[in-house]
């Protein structure tokens, strides 16, 4: 999924505080994009996307955006973090007639995006908290040989080379956990994923 494919929304524009006084007051759905050209490698494909969210007031949901803490599980310590970068952050929304369909909206944009990508957008998938399970439920869908493969085509030669032949059941479930970001049993004892048969 890339932004261009996003049906609906308002025309884009650059992320600053000016910006948050243009967005409707009513519910919705808001995504944020690299500008210019920008696209990030995913598992699978890659994507211009690095966060979607929704709110009950779109401005005051993006207003919530600008109030910096220092701490990195807030999203506009991550997002000024983006900004840092040489790359300027797009904003565009799409208005809804209620905040129960606007949660809905926001669940089905991530569905797509993992169904694409086989992961969430990076800003998305920091949220301390956040069982990611639009991603576990696609890698659960792959076999040990298909999701080995999906990253064999996506990682660096040097990480490639790390990647096991085969993988146990035990390892595939704790593949699957570490890349769906959930907690991962047996990670007090610091088992690793190691190489298989």
Known sequence: MESRELDGFSDWKHWCERTVGLAPKEPGVYVFRLAGAGRLPKLKGESDIVYVGWGESLQKRLSDHLTLRDDERDLGFRLKRVLAVPRALGVAWKT??????????????????????????????????????????????????????????????????????????????????????????????????????
């Open 96 to 197: 809804l007639t209620s905040p129960k369909e606007a949660r809905k909206y926001e669940a089905e944009l991530l569905e797509a995006y993992v169904a694409d990508h086989i992961e969430l957008p990076p800003l998305n998938r920091q949220e301390t908290g956040k069982k990611d399970r639009q991603t576990e439920k696609t890698l659960r869908a792959l076999t040990a040989d298909e999701l080995l493969e999906t990253l064999r085509t996506r990682l660096p030669s040097e990480q490639r080379e790390l990647l096991p032949i085969s993988l146990s059941a035990e390892q595939h479930e704790a593949l699957i956990a570490k890349l769906a970001g959930l907690p991962q049993r047996g990670s007090a004892s610091g088992r690793k994923v190691n190489g298989g048969s």
